[in-house]
T-cell receptor
Framework: DQQVKQNSPSLSVQEGRISILNCDYT??????FLWYKKYPAEGPTFLIS?????DKNEDGRFTVFLNKSAKHLSLHIVPSQPGDSAVYFC???????????????FGSGTQLTVLP | EADIYQTPRYLVIGTGKKITLECSQT?????MYWYQQDPGMELHLIHY???????EKGDLSSESTVSRIRTEHFPLTLESARPSHTSQYLC????FGTGRHEQYFGPGTRLTVT
């Protein structure tokens, strides 16, 4: 059973507009969330994270929003640039768990294409 | 900036061969991980290590084995490769001691078993 879900496999956005990538989770024990960006033939690169004690975290053009009651997080990219075209993965972890439960659980990714 | 390296980047090999995928990091991180990822799918954890001489299997069953003799080195071995092992293998490391959860990934090894 997939605990982290990214239901949109792809998203296309015009350059300069906002990109909104969504992620849902089912495990209420998750308390730390991350977004990664991945180009083809490269490893994922960390973008931004948020702890469950916050509902928003901002870093430049990237903002992550967390809605704990809905078990939903989103990544906003404003303004979107062609270089942002990549696969975006959300991930979650339980900071108080032990063993493999402390590891990151990933969604299946969303391919973002920013059109010039 | 993360410094984690994987070799080879691409490998095409015949069925039955033994292979070792190399992973090294220069950040002094205690925690290291191996993930397997197929196109359009999530990353699946197959092995992790919390330090030297500590290795554990991840959530996804794998026929591969790992070792952690040195902090900076975490190789993955397949004794007898099969076409079902064709995938991308990603190595990562992290430092939970800072209270952060970020893992830093290497560039990956794309393995094709014919």
């Amino acid at each position: 059973d997939q605990q982290v879900k990214q239901n949109s496999p792809s998203l296309s956005v015009q350059e300069g507009r906002i990109s909104i990538l969504n992620c849902d989770y089912t495990n209420s024990m998750f308390d730390y969330f991350l977004w990664y960006k991945k180009y083809p033939a490269e490893g994922p690169t960390f973008l931004i994270s948020i702890s469950s004690i916050k509902d928003k975290n901002e870093d430049g053009r990237f903002t992550v929003f967390l809605n704990k009651s809905a078990k939903h997080l989103s990544l906003h990219i404003v303004p979107s640039q062609p270089g942002d075209s990549a696969v975006y993965f959300c991930a979650a972890s339980e900071s108080r768990a032990s063993g493999s439960a402390r590891q990151l659980t990933f969604g299946s990714g969303t391919q973002l294409t920013v059109l010039p | 900036e993360a410094d984690i390296y994987q070799t080879p980047r691409y490998l095409v090999i015949g069925t039955g061969k033994k292979i070792t995928l190399e992973c090294s990091q220069t950040m002094g991180h205690d925690k290291m991980y191996w993930y397997q990822q197929d196109p359009g799918m999530e990353l699946h954890l197959i092995h992790y290590s919390y330090g030297v001489n500590s290795t554990e299997k991840g959530d996804l069953s794998s026929e591969s084995t790992v070792s952690r003799i040195r902090t900076e080195h975490f190789p993955l071995t397949l004794e007898s490769a099969r076409p079902s092992h064709t995938s991308q293998y990603l190595c990562a490391s992290s430092d939970f001691g800072t209270g952060r959860h970020e893992q830093y990934f290497g560039p990956g090894t794309r393995l094709t078993v014919t």
